[in-house]
């Protein structure tokens, strides 16, 4: 029977060289949020469907991996047939729900607040596309149980201290308020259900330029005086006008702060900026949001902001929440693209034997004796072409030859 | 509206403590096989539904989560509707058959022999139970392309240090081959058609005792003289017998050699057994077997064989081949019923504060400066209740404590 030995359609396999650089970076950032006071958790990647299908996930509750029932709990010779009653659980598509779901069912035993790190394996039904996948890493920290801005301050500077220890310089941290704009677009007297189509518009303007965002809006039935004063508005707007359009005092204060804090923090080393525009997509931020775009990618490396109303949902009483999560796939490909080799903690030794020589025992043993000596140390069987093989072996990683003859090991030069 | 928060059945969610226990197994399991030569990979947890359901894993087939077609694919309209109609992938159930794929689908990438490292949660769909989860780590060492006993010997001699690595002693290693329990069934007269079943029967010997086995064989239609005479020979089966039942040279050989040189690298510390009856439940078995039992466990905590017949299926050609699996839950329990607490790197420090007496910025600055001195800093506001604090604290496992008021760290006594 032919079999398509291929890896499912948009999903990876991941060859030794890789994974040696995707366990680098993982350990470089669990590392410093080890240090920065987090602590891992893990859930399982399957989450009941009730749970998923009622989340605030956006568009991505069109892309969920939805798991069939077994036994007889599956009855497929219905007449009325619909998916909600032949699947019973799926695969997450974020970390930020598990977390929550993660919180109301174990709070009891948790510290207050909860500082959470997470690193795993999320999965979305996208169309598959150059540098999308459907099976990809995130990398979260969040803080549960703190209103404070300073849960926001610790994230931000602990996601930019992650960054830097995998080798990111010249980012720029982004921070706004859902609410500040809310509020701006309010003071020019837009109807609240324009809102969330301005703020999509405006989230735009890097990429597609100011021109075509004015165009957007007007196109979405806005009038054009009105619109082009508010753009221009939006466009001059900082951090000390934002209180001149009816923001209020509490959110401007809270914001001034945190990128205040954030920037002594910073001490140069990177760039903290008030940015009205920032919007960030998913539906369940309430109040501060934030991101970091490096300026080769163009692209956010993280994002992240508060969503003060998920958890209390399920447990009927507010809980305050704050998270930044680390897009890991784009981390990989930006070192890649580098040509970054990960450090090595000792050196790779192949051992190449002749069984005509020696012995399984002796073969065994010498490699053994080496490993003694700190080494990480694989048996080969010697080939006849040995300069060829010795190349080989070079550019699969190995740093150190020695063959065995009669239990002697012997360098080779 | 009411959600379930707890994590799917048969699931777990891992709280800090538990997550550190077992990222501390992991990673030492890891390290070990790094220095004996093994290279990390990784593929996807979900697997075209072709693949699994046309491998050999025995009732593991009958257990698998199966996941839901998406879009057009999907047509529920139908009459005629089946399983394999509405779904087009699965969860993996155990770590081999996705290795062999990815051997298969990488080959030209990947050296020869490939010395494979997995580390990865499988599902399966069993009734729950206590100890037995729906979603649970392997870790597997495998050698491909390698036909030669020298590779039976680094995985039991790797996987023996692995185990050694996370304070596992007083091991036996047993050792058999599938092919030689068949041979000496074989001697005695019994029919081909019969071997599955005594060979079953015979497994159990350690857990049902040689009364019971004797009489499962006489209720399964054997004669109850030859099956006497049958048993009685395999109770005194030693290595050196077994060329007179018509065990083939060859296998005794490798046998022999593979036994006594794993013995001798154990040097005394973990016993290295001749055990005829072992079999190994999976079907793609096809020379020799081991596992390695504990005292304490009565279970095997890790098993394993060659399967010279998987990856050769896809390929056309025959690909030696052979692995060996860490049960890693069943290393946590006994860990954990030890009492057993992952030792720290560097010690984990609260820092207590209050916003009356600092700035968000001088409360971070301080927290990065002990971080500066190599510690693990969590920023934790101080209660009324300071006493109670500490308690909790050292519980969660703080080891020191300071408190900052204007700017000034304090370190409590």
Not at 61 to 75: H, P, T
Not at 91 to 111: E, G, H, I
Not at 220 to 229: D, I, K, S, Y
Not at 247 to 266: G, N, R
């Amino acid at each position: 029977m032919k079999i398509n030995v291929n890896p499912v359609k948009g999903m990876r396999d991941f060859l030794p060289a890789e994974v040696r650089l995707r366990e680098y970076v993982k350990s470089k950032i669990t590392e410093t949020y080890e240090q920065q006071g987090f602590s891992l958790i893990e859930t399982p990647a399957v989450e009941n469907i009730e749970l998923l299908t009622n989340s605030e996930g956006g568009d991505n509750l069109q892309l969920i991996f939805k798991i069939l029932k077994r036994g007889e709990q599956l009855q497929l010779g219905r007449a009325d047939l619909s998916e909600e009653s032949i699947v019973d659980c799926g695969l997450r598509y974020d970390l930020t729900l598990p977390l929550s779901r993660f919180y109301a069912c174990n709070k009891d035993k948790l510290p207050t607040p909860f500082k959470a790190m997470q690193i795993g394996t999320v999965y979305r039904a996208e169309r598959p596309q150059k540098g999308r996948y459907r099976a990809f890493t995130q990398c979260d920290i969040d803080i549960i149980g703190d209103a404070s801005p300073l849960a926001e301050c610790e994230l931000i500077h602990a996601t930019a201290k992650a960054l830097q220890s995998v080798h990111l310089q010249d980012f720029v941290v982004k921070i706004s308020d859902r609410r500040l704009l809310a509020a701006v677009i309010a003071s020019f007297g837009f109807a609240p259900e324009a809102v969330p189509s301005i703020c999509l518009a405006l989230d735009k303007s890097d990429k597609i330029g100011w021109d075509k965002v004015l165009q957007e809006l007007c196109e979405g039935g806005l009038e054009a005086e009105q619109v082009e004063q508010f753009v221009s508005a939006v466009r001059g707007l900082s951090l000390e006008t934002v209180l001149s359009y009816g923001v209020p005092a509490s959110i401007y204060d809270s914001l001034k702060e945190v990128i205040d804090t954030v920037a002594k923090l910073a001490d140069g080393k990177y760039q903290v900026i008030f940015s009205p525009t920032l919007v960030r997509g998913m539906g369940y931020y309430t109040g501060m949001v934030f991101e970091i775009a490096t300026e080769g990618l163009g692209l956010a490396v993280a994002g992240g902001g508060r969503y003060d109303a998920m958890i209390g949902k399920w447990l009927g009483t507010m809980v305050p929440a704050v998270g930044f999560s680390i897009g890991f796939e784009r981390i990989i490909l930006l070192l890649q693209e580098r040509g970054f080799v990960p450090p090595s903690s000792c050196a790779r030794i192949a051992l190449l034997f002749s069984q005509e020589h020696d012995s399984l025992y002796s073969i065994l043993a010498a490699a053994e004796a080496l490993r003694e000596a700190g080494h990480k140390v694989s048996t080969l069987p010697a080939r006849h072409k040995l300069g060829k093989q010795l190349a080989q072996l070079e550019a699969e990683g190995y740093s150190g030859y020695y063959s065995c003859v009669k239990g002697e090991l012997i360098l080779f030069p």
